[in-house]
């Protein structure tokens, strides 16, 4: 049985009254949550959620259905340890947002990426990333960096950024500290997610430890989470965060409490900072139809004089009149209207094609199993939660096999989709996305 004192939900009662967790005052909540429980605020609000999924492509199933689950559509989703290559041969795509990627270069693993809504205007800021390079004893950091642009007030900046556990932690400081210094100099809003492998828990008997977060303190910067991210049967570490110098709005933060990795999903939703371009990406047009319209358009239609067409000699003339008079009474009638398209910051559901409807309400009750175990961690809860997973897994794996025979056998006289198939199987294929397949 689990330690109770590394029970999530225990931390949620508890840790206001623990003096090894972080301490400051700025206006916002931090709590342990479950996915569906992230309330759907205003669109308007900007958010961030940060995933370490350590392998995209490997975790893509769970993370598309958790990203499903979810009934707050973020401004930025931010992943640390993406694993994708430097050929972007295995990146992933996800309906409605515009990826920034940076892979790890030379080894495997690392890498960072941000995907951005695209209802949100934004430039890509190289100048800012963390320079350290790779040597023989030490791995370098990765990061990625964007400005938002906000009508009407200081854009905002965007920071992910990955640290690995053998970085050469004196020029990680350093190259931290110039990035932070010139965002300062530059007064704009700021956020910065990452992995930092800094366990934040232990900020008073770590000198290094104590020295990240002054770096961060000393830039007027904060973390918004307070509370471990990686929780093991033995351990809790707080090493995911998300930092920011906003403090004249209130942030609601969190730890989603979900399985899509060994790293617990964390998020901020800030009140009252529209970024979104209301002018371009969620303006759409539509028809207006009600059964009235469609009344008067048929009594409109039948006293329009129709004699001028049957007196012509050319079929092609006859018919360009014909649709020129139908469609003046049809505009007349049903108009076309622009409006704010409620629904543009809504992703279309991501999932694979393999993952059918009795799979999805397979992952729901895993998903039911899971948080029952991390709410109540008894051996029996763990049991009943792993062997149901696995058999899960094991079931779409099935499906997927499945899924591609099929596909296969449908393309066996047309070598060049029989290609795309077989490389989509390898995972060769560019532009993978995540998005509708129902």
């Known amino acids: 049985m689990l330690n109770l004192k590394f029970n999530p939900f225990v931390f949620n009662d508890v840790i206001n009254n623990s003096n090894?967790?972080?301490?400051?005052?700025?206006?916002?909540?931090?709590?342990?949550?479950?996915?569906?429980?992230i309330s759907a605020t205003c669109e308007k609000d900007f958010s961030i959620l940060h995933i370490n999924p350590r392998s995209f492509n490997k975790n893509v199933d769970l993370i598309s259905t958790f990203l499903t689950?979810?009934?707050?559509?973020?401004?930025?989703?931010?992943?640390?340890?993406?694993?994708?290559?430097?050929?972007?041969?295995?990146?992933?795509?996800?309906?409605?947002?515009?990826?920034?990627?940076?892979?790890?270069?030379?080894?495997r693993s690392g890498g960072v990426a941000i995907y951005v809504h695209n209802t949100i205007s934004f430039r890509i800021r190289n100048d800012?990333?963390?320079?350290?390079?790779?040597?023989?004893?030490?791995d370098h950091s990765e990061s990625i960096f964007i400005e938002i642009t906000v009508p009407g007030t200081k854009n905002i900046v965007v920071g992910n950024i990955y640290r690995a556990h053998r970085t050469n932690i004196e020029t990680f400081f350093y190259d931290l500290t110039n990035c932070l210094t010139k965002i300062n100099t530059e007064e704009k809003q700021c956020y910065i997610s990452g992995d930092f492998n800094?366990?934040?828990?232990?900020?008073?008997?770590?000198?290094?430890?104590?020295?990240?977060?002054?770096?961060?303190?000393?830039?007027?910067?904060?973390?918004?989470?307070?509370?471990?991210?990686?929780?093991?049967?033995?351990?809790?570490?707080?090493?995911?965060?998300?930092?920011?110098n906003v403090f004249t709005h209130y942030i609601k933060s969190g730890v989603v409490i979900a399985d899509v990795s060994d790293h617990y999903p964390v998020y901020q939703i800030t009140k009252s900072t529209p970024i979104s371009n209301a002018n371009t990406a969620n303006k759409i047009s539509t028809r207006l139809f009600n059964q009235t319209r469609i009344q008067h358009f048929f009594e409109n239609l039948s006293l329009v004089d129709w004699s001028c067409i049957t007196d012509l000699d050319s079929s092609d003339h006859a018919y360009n009149v014909f649709i020129d008079k139908f469609t003046e009474v049809y505009n007349v009638h049903f108009p076309i209207s622009k409006h704010s398209n409620n629904n543009s910051r809504r992703r279309c559901i991501p999932q694979k094609p393999w993952i059918i409807s009795a799979i999805l309400k397979s992952i729901t009750r895993k998903d039911k199993l899971y948080k029952k175990y991390a709410s109540n961690p008894t051996e029996s809860?763990?049991?009943?939660?792993v062997n149901y997973r696995n058999k899960l897994t094991s079931?779409?794996?099935?499906?997927?096999?499945?899924?591609?025979?099929?596909?296969?056998?449908?393309?066996?006289?047309?070598?060049?989709?029989?290609?795309?198939?077989?490389?989509n199987i390898m995972g060769r294929q560019n532009n993978k996305h995540i998005s509708s397949f129902f």
């Open 128 to 138: 800012l990333k963390l320079i350290d390079k790779p040597s023989e004893h030490f």
């Open 69 to 107: 689950s979810l009934r707050h559509t973020f401004s930025i989703l931010a992943l640390s340890e993406t694993w994708f290559k430097e050929d972007g041969s295995n990146l992933i795509h996800i309906d409605n947002y515009n990826l920034v990627n940076t892979p790890r270069c030379g080894r």
């Open 198 to 244: 800094l366990d934040l828990l232990h900020s008073n008997d770590n000198h290094i430890i104590n020295e990240f977060l002054s770096i961060f303190y000393n830039h007027n910067m904060f973390p918004l989470i307070d509370r471990p991210t990686r929780i093991t049967p033995s351990t809790a570490s707080l090493i995911d965060n998300i930092f920011t």
């Open 395 to 423: 079931l779409i794996r099935i499906s997927k096999q499945q899924y591609y025979a099929e596909k296969l056998e449908e393309t066996k006289f047309n070598s060049k989709q029989t290609w795309n198939v077989l490389n």
């Open 381 to 385: 809860n763990k049991t009943s939660y």
């Open 20 to 37: 090894n967790l972080i301490d400051y005052d700025i206006p916002h909540s931090c709590s342990y949550t479950f996915d569906h429980n």
